[in-house]
């Protein structure tokens, strides 16, 4: 090989200069020594499934536990924890998905407040017009998701209209439209594809659902923190999130709903529990929901799981998720670029959208070899994540990730190809 030959695939010593300048001239290169492990050679490629913690988190929750939880006790609820799951809502509306205030409230975990919303929704559309009996989702959502949806269909009386997508790409619009119609009641689709990273586009796909006379749950799990959302300026009907992906929340933190003003006093949530009614401290005889986001809640807001999420929201806030997007396909460019020097050669492919437009913050790479070199990476302290049916998942979440660290994990995906292959 020559590096003369203006035609040849960039070389190792290219794309080490290449990842050098990306990371002296990335504006947000800084905000990476903001998280625990960063001075160390690990190389992260799941801050898409858990991200990293930042330092300020550490001594955040050590201070909860001491200083709210140890000496504020009880008092706690009534000085500021009642008021958290909403105060957090908020800053991840504006900070994040685009949401105005009143709308957006940190609950449950994902796969609980999908059902709570999903089935809310799917309740107000059969009762306004009995023929709407279809909940649609596409075969390649995230297992959560189509397990609730099959099991809402089976408990209201309704059915599940599947749409078929490939792998490597995700719901098409025209696959939308040919799938949503009169006995449509609600439809949920994730924006970013867990397995192939493609992005849905969500302003048109919310048109074409409303054109239905259907609502919309969207699943930002994938993109709330890497890809900007604008819930309120696409119309969106409903959605939830992840907190512990690209928000560092940590193992288990609970994920934000998202319900659009307009809907939220005729929709009943499932679980009519004493934290969503209208004065929680009445205890009284009936459930009567609170008016607002208060009504999505069900029992004790888990506030430990929730504290730690507010350092990366500051962290986005200062840099603003525009930038963060900027920096995330900046980075998955990158990736695909090395992938196509280092790893198309050994047989492997992009099995994620080529262009950046449609794609979020991950790419895929595919080879029969995967699911033996994730575990060998695992053990080098290289760490991405393996996803049938022969995915290699490289996450970039986009605060915590560089273009060398980026670079070395391509580097040791190549070694171990090679090994196995
Ligand atoms: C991660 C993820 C979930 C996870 O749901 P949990 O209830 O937090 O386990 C759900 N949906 C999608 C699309 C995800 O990526």
Redesign the pocket.
């Known amino acids: 090989m020559t590096t003369t030959d203006p035609t040849a695939a960039a070389t190792v010593a290219d794309l080490e200069a290449e990842a050098s300048a990306l990371d002296a001239a990335d504006p947000l290169r800084h905000h990476r020594d903001a998280f625990v492990g960063a001075e160390s050679s690990l190389v992260y490629f799941d801050g898409n499934s858990l991200g990293r913690p930042p330092r300020a988190s550490v001594e955040r929750l050590a201070a909860f536990a001491r200083e709210e939880w140890g000496g504020r006790l009880i008092r706690g609820w009534d000085e500021s924890w009642m008021e958290l799951p909403f105060r957090i809502g908020d800053t991840i509306g504006r900070a994040v998905i685009g949401a105005a205030p009143g709308q957006t409230v940190v609950g449950d ?3 609980v407040l999908l059902y709570k919303l999903v089935r809310a929704a799917f309740d107000a559309q059969h009762a306004a017009d009995p023929a709407r009996v279809e909940i649609v989702v596409d075969r390649d959502n ?1 297992p ?2 189509r397990y609730l949806v099959d099991g809402i269909a089976r408990e209201r009386g309704g059915r599940v209209r599947w749409i078929d997508v490939d792998l490597s790409t995700g719901v098409t619009e025209e696959a939308l439209r040919a799938a949503v119609g009169p006995s449509t009641a609600v439809v949920l689709l ?1 924006h970013v594809a ?1 397995r192939s990273g493609y992005l849905a586009d969500a302003a048109a796909f919310t048109e074409v659902i409303h054109d239905a006379g259907a609502l919309v749950v969207w ?1 930002l ?2 993109s709330a923190g890497s890809v900007p959302v604008k819930a309120d300026a696409w119309g969106f009907d409903l959605a939830v999130g ?1 907190t512990y ?1 690209y928000l560092n929340g940590g193992p288990g933190s609970p ?1 934000f709903a998202y319900v659009a003003a307009r809907h939220q006093d005729a929709l009943a949530q499932p679980i009519q529990g004493w934290m969503g009614t209208a004065d929680v401290f009445a205890m009284g005889p009936d459930y009567r929901p609170a008016e607002g986001m208060r009504r999505f809640l069900s029992g004790t807001p888990p506030i430990v799981g929730m504290i730690a999420m507010q350092d990366t929201l500051a962290l986005i806030e200062e840099a603003g998720i525009d930038a963060v997007r900027a920096k995330s396909i900046a980075l998955t460019e990158f990736a695909a670029k090395v992938s196509d020097a280092l790893l198309a050669p050994l047989g492997v492919s992009i099995a994620s959208p080529r262009d950046a437009a449609l794609r979020g913050g991950h790419i895929t790479l595919s080879h029969p070899t995967m699911r033996a070199v994730t575990a060998r990476l695992w053990t080098e302290d290289v760490i991405p994540d393996y996803r049938d049916p022969d995915g290699l998942r490289i996450g970039l979440s986009p605060l915590s990730t560089s273009f060398a660290e980026t670079l070395a994990g391509l580097r040791a995906v190549r070694d171990a190809v090679t090994e196995l292959g």
């Open positions: 975990s994902t796969t995230f959560t998701d994730s867990y699943d799990c994938h992840c992906k994920a």
